[in-house]
């Protein structure tokens, strides 16, 4: 017997589909295309920063992987490895009945992405969603690279996103978060 595939076309048909899939997908050109799973060093890192940003935002404000972000262009749809949300998000998001922030809501205040190895990581990290969020507007996007053991700092600007590397010791500066306590190697850090 062949199934049918859904023919999704918007974030909306993306959304619908999204309640009954399993895993997570990103509509690209009409296709789901599934995401594989995150490594536990990366999911670690993210819950680590997760800790951290409870004491300068409101822990209802942060999401770790699994959040839909509607997105312009090709896909449709990104799942951050962390979101620091608006404050009016989360009843935003009760209201939807999902955990997705739409093209018709404020774009999240901070996303955050740590790269896995490989040059098709690093290009889809650095290039397309850089680019991706930069467009949503996002205002602040961090790279985590364990790789090159470094964390970039993307701040939205009239000209668009400014860059700022850090690397060991050099405690990490957040125009969004200016009381951020971390250096860029407790950030990377597994232990």
Same mark, same amino acid.
């Given at each position: 017997?062949v199934?049918?595939? *859904?023919q999704?076309?918007?974030?909306?048909?993306?959304?619908?589909?999204?309640?009954t899939?399993?895993?997570?997908y990103?509509?690209?050109?009409?296709?789901?295309?599934?995401?594989?799973?995150?490594s536990?060093?990366? /999911?670690? @890192? =993210?819950?680590?920063?997760?800790e951290?940003?409870?004491?300068?935002?409101?822990?209802?404000?942060? @999401?770790?992987?699994?959040?839909a972000?509607?997105?312009?262009?090709?896909?449709?749809n990104?799942?951050?490895?962390?979101?620091? /949300?608006?404050?009016?998000? *989360?009843?935003?998001? @009760?209201?939807?009945?999902?955990?997705?922030?739409?093209?018709?809501? =404020? *774009?999240? /205040?901070?996303?955050?992405?740590?790269? $896995?190895?490989?040059?098709?990581?690093?290009?889809?990290?650095?290039?397309?969603?850089?680019n991706?969020?930069?467009?949503?507007?996002?205002g602040?996007?961090?790279?985590?690279?364990?790789v090159?053991?470094?964390?970039?700092?993307? $701040?939205l600007t009239?000209?668009?996103?400014?860059?700022?590397?850090?690397?060991?010791?050099?405690?990490v500066? $957040?125009?969004?978060? *200016?009381?951020?306590?971390?250096?860029?190697?407790?950030?990377?850090?597994?232990?």
């Amino acid at each position: 017997m062949v199934q049918a595939h *859904p023919q999704l076309k918007t974030f909306d048909d993306f959304l619908t589909h999204a309640e009954t899939a399993d895993g997570y997908y990103e509509l690209t050109y009409g296709k789901l295309v599934e995401m594989p799973p995150e490594s536990d060093d990366n /999911l670690f @890192r =993210a819950l680590r920063l997760y800790e951290a940003l409870k004491a300068v935002v409101d822990m209802r404000q942060i @999401r770790l992987q699994g959040l839909a972000i509607a997105m312009p262009g090709q896909p449709k749809n990104r799942y951050p490895d962390l979101t620091v /949300l608006r404050p009016e998000h *989360p009843e935003q998001m @009760r209201s939807l009945g999902q955990a997705a922030i739409t093209l018709e809501m =404020a *774009p999240p /205040l901070l996303v955050v992405e740590v790269v $896995s190895p490989g040059a098709e990581n690093h290009r889809r990290d650095y290039f397309e969603k850089r680019n991706q969020y930069e467009w949503r507007g996002i205002g602040e996007y961090w790279i985590l690279d364990p790789v090159v053991e470094q964390v970039t700092v993307l $701040s939205l600007t009239a000209q668009g996103y400014n860059e700022v590397v850090f690397t060991g010791e050099m405690v990490v500066e $957040s125009p969004t978060f *200016p009381a951020w306590p971390l250096t860029a190697e407790a950030m990377l850090a597994l232990g």
